[in-house]
Structure formats: C-alpha cells, structure tokens
C-alpha cells in the first residue's frame, strides 16, 4: 500500500449526502448514505449506508477499509445509528467488533430469512 507520503482526509459532505476519501486533497471514494427519518432506534436517527466506492486506479489498497471506518467513527460521534446496506460495509463489520454499538439490525418483514 503506498499510502506512507500521501495525506488521507474522510469527511461528511452533507449536501450529497456522502462520506468522502481524499488522498492528497483528490477525491478517490466516496460512502453513499440514507437517512431513514422516521425509523429512530433508542432516539438515534437510523443512517442506510447504501455503497462504498473507491476510484479503480486506487483500489486493492486497503482504501475502502479507511473510509469505512471513519466513516463509522464519525456515525458515532454524530450519535447515528446505521443500518449497513452496502454488502462491502456489511464485510467489514462482520470482521470488527468495535463499531457493534453503531449498527443496527432492523426488524425483517415477516416472512423474510
């Protein structure tokens, strides 16, 4: 990974709705969200992380793992609670136990497995 000299920045861009992934001020991915509005869990507003994507030139660098990851840093500090719709987030969580207070599980439609 040859992120050693080069300045990575995840910021919220709350007007598109999006996280942001900079590297060196360029903008190389990005996490789609949703806020869910009426769905509070516990008094937190529910946030859909609906897709992760990161520019094909910088991929296979462990890129998609840092935003992902401040990106749920930041969700905590927001007090968001998010549901993880993007199958790349749901992957990484299934991995790590330290965002578990972040994510919730909406209850299935009946019926559903």
């Avoid at 598109?16 to 869990?41: A, K």
């Avoid at 910088?58 to 927001?78: D, M, N, T, W």
Wanted: with cysteine; proline share 4%; glycine share 8%.
């Amino acid at each position: 990974m040859m992120l050693d000299s080069a300045y990575v920045d995840v910021t919220n861009n709350r007007d598109q709705n999006r996280f942001e992934l900079r590297l060196s001020g360029d903008l190389v991915g990005i996490i789609g969200y949703f806020d869910m509005g009426d769905t509070p869990v516990q008094g937190h507003p529910v946030i859909s992380f609906m897709h992760t994507v990161i520019v094909e030139d910088f991929g296979h660098r462990g890129l998609a793992a840092v935003l992902v990851s401040r990106a749920l840093e930041l969700a905590r500090e927001y007090g968001w609670k998010v549901k993880p719709v993007c199958t790349y987030v749901q992957r990484f969580l299934a991995g790590s136990r330290d965002y578990r207070d972040v994510v919730v599980q909406l209850p299935r439609p009946a019926g559903s497995r």
